[in-house]
C-alpha cells in the first residue's frame, strides 16, 4: 500500500473541526471539556499533515456565528485559543508559516498581538502553510446578509477579505462529525473542492481517519466542468 507521503504531497486540506460538543455530551463532561480535546487533536494533526507534505491546511477554529453560544462556552474556546498560541506551539521548530483567517479585530487584543507576533516570526518559513480561521466570515455572506454591497467589492475588498490570497484553494473540505455543510466556511475557494464528510467527531479524530479521508479524496474525479 501506498505511503501517506506519498499521496498526500502538495495536497491542500481544508478542515471543519465539528463535533466537539457532542464528543463531550457522550461522556457526561461539560462541553468545554470537548474543545480542549479537540484543540490537542488539532495540533497532532497539524504535525501529521505536515510530516507526510501536505501544501497548506486550512483549519475552522471559530466561526462568526460562534458568538451567538453561551457567553461562558465562548469565553472557553477563546481561553483555548489563547493557550495554543502562547505556549503549545513551537513554530520554529515546525518550520510552518502560520495564517490567521478571519476579523481578529473581536478578539482580545493581547491575542491581536501574539497573531501578528507569529505571522511575523513564521513569515519565511519554507514548510507547510498553517491556516486557523478565527472569527471567521466569507465574504460572499457579508454580501448576502446586505453588510457589503455587491457594487462595493473592488480588488481591494477582495484582498483584504481573500485571508488566503495567493494560497492554492483547498483541493478538498473535510468535515468530520457526519455533518454535510459548510457552514460559511470558504465559500469562494470551495467552488471546486471536494468534500469529504466523515462519521467521527473531531476530538475522536485520528491521524488515521486523515489518511482514510486523502485516500477519499484520492479517488474521486475532478472534471472542473469538463468532461
Ligand atoms: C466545533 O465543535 C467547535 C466549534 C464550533 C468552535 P462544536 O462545538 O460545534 O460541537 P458540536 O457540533 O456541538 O458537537
Ligand atoms: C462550524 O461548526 C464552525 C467551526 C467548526 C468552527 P458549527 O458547529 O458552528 O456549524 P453548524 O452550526 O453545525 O452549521
Ligand atoms: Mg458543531
Not at 471559530?62 to 505556549?87: C, D
Request: charged content about 30%; aromatic content about 12%; proline content about 4%.
Amino acid at each position: 500500500m501506498a505511503q501517506p507521503e506519498q499521496f498526500a504531497q502538495g495536497l491542500s486540506i481544508g478542515i471543519i473541526m465539528d463535533g466537539n460538543g457532542r464528543w463531550a455530551k457522550k461522556r457526561g463532561l461539560p462541553r468545554t471539556a470537548g474543545h480542549k480535546k479537540g484543540a490537542e487533536v488539532f495540533q497532532d494533526i497539524t504535525r501529521y499533515c505536515n510530516e507526510i507534505g501536505v501544501e497548506s491546511v486550512y483549519f475552522y477554529a471559530f466561526s462568526t456565528e460562534n458568538w451567538s453560544r453561551p457567553v461562558e462556552e465562548v469565553g472557553a474556546i477563546m481561553r483555548l485559543f489563547g493557550e495554543y498560541l502562547i505556549k503549545a506551539f513551537d513554530y520554529e521548530k515546525e518550520n510552518n508559516r502560520v495564517v490567521f483567517l478571519g476579523d481578529r479585530t473581536a478578539l482580545e487584543p493581547r491575542y491581536q498581538k501574539l497573531m501578528d507576533e507569529i505571522e511575523q516570526k513564521t513569515a519565511h518559513n519554507t514548510g507547510m502553510t498553517l491556516n486557523v480561521a478565527v472569527n471567521y466570515r466569507a465574504l460572499a455572506e457579508k454580501v448576502a446578509k446586505g453588510e457589503l454591497r455587491p457594487e462595493d467589492i473592488d480588488e481591494a475588498a477582495m484582498c483584504s477579505e481573500m485571508y488566503t490570497h495567493g494560497q492554492k484553494d483547498p483541493d478538498f473540505i473535510l468535515r468530520p462529525s457526519g455533518e454535510k455543510r459548510l457552514s460559511n466556511f470558504m465559500l469562494w475557494q470551495a467552488a471546486y473542492s471536494e468534500l469529504v464528510e466523515m462519521d467521527v467527531l473531531w476530538p475522536d479524530f485520528t491521524r488515521h481517519d486523515l489518511d482514510l479521508a486523502i485516500e477519499e479524496f484520492n479517488r474521486r474525479t475532478r472534471r472542473f466542468g469538463g468532461i
